[in-house]
């Protein structure tokens, strides 16, 4: 079975300031990685996936996260944050065979000015 | 149209009503799922449909009861909830039953059971 921890469940930050939200996942098999937002009272969107190739992906929004194997993480990042930036975000992770997403408990991001 | 599109968006029902949510998505996706969503907690999947059969039953009780009448359109049936069932219930919808593409996700119907 696939497992997701995020080591945050909250990351205050203020606007303009780079932010990093952590994910590390765990798995015996070939996994794809995935980063989704949630703003209030809203369902769930698609910031980035990391299927194969290279290691670092680019999403909507200036997100970025890097995949890496070794350390089993994929980090999310963004170079300046905005206040609508605040929401919650969630990894998640799913074999390449399968069609179940598995969610970390999420990380609730607030930017502050 | 690259939506799922959830209907309604708030519901209130009591413990002895019968209800149920629609999903609908135009994208030409050949799976759906349903997934619950307490507050502050993430989405737990209940039921995978691909290709309008059921493939995945996540355990979940009988007072939930899925249909999929066809490759666009997911229904869920409720009937005799309990208040713990009150949550968000996310619609999703991805274009075959494996997640190359990831899910596409409805914008969730609020659910409260009184």
């Known amino acids: 079975a696939q497992s997701v921890t995020q080591l945050d469940s909250q990351v205050p930050v203020f606007e303009e300031a780079p932010v990093e939200l952590r994910c590390n996942y765990s798995s015996s098999v070939s996994v794809y990685l995935f980063w989704y937002v949630q703003y209030p009272n809203q369902g769930l969107q698609l910031l980035l996936k990391?299927?194969?190739?290279?290691?670092l992906v680019k999403g909507i929004n200036g997100f970025e996260a890097e995949f890496n194997k070794s350390q089993t993480s994929f980090h999310l990042r963004k170079p300046s944050v905005h206040i609508s930036d605040t929401a919650e975000y969630f990894c998640?992770?799913?074999?390449?065979?399968?069609?179940?997403?598995?969610f970390g408990e999420g990380t609730q991001l607030t930017v502050n000015p | 149209d690259t939506e799922v599109t959830q209907t309604p968006k708030h519901l209130v029902m009591g413990m002895t009503n019968k209800k149920s949510l629609k999903c609908e998505q135009h994208m030409g996706h050949r799976a759906m799922y349903w997934y619950k969503q307490k507050a502050k907690k993430p989405p737990e999947l209940m039921f995978v449909?691909?290709?309008?059969?059921?493939?995945i039953n996540e355990s979940v009780p009988s007072r939930f009861s899925p249909e999929c009448p066809n490759s666009s359109l997911l229904n869920l049936h409720l009937h005799a909830l309990q208040p713990e069932d009150s949550a968000l219930y996310l619609c999703?919808?991805?274009?075959?039953?494996?997640?190359?593409?990831?899910?596409?996700f409805g914008s969730g119907t609020r659910l409260t059971v009184v």
């Open positions: 449909y691909s290709y309008e059969k059921l493939s």
């Open positions: 990391y299927l194969s190739g290279s290691t």
């Open positions: 998640a992770v799913s074999k390449t065979s399968g069609s179940r997403l598995t």
């Open positions: 999703a919808s991805s274009q075959e039953a494996s997640l190359n593409y990831g899910y596409t």
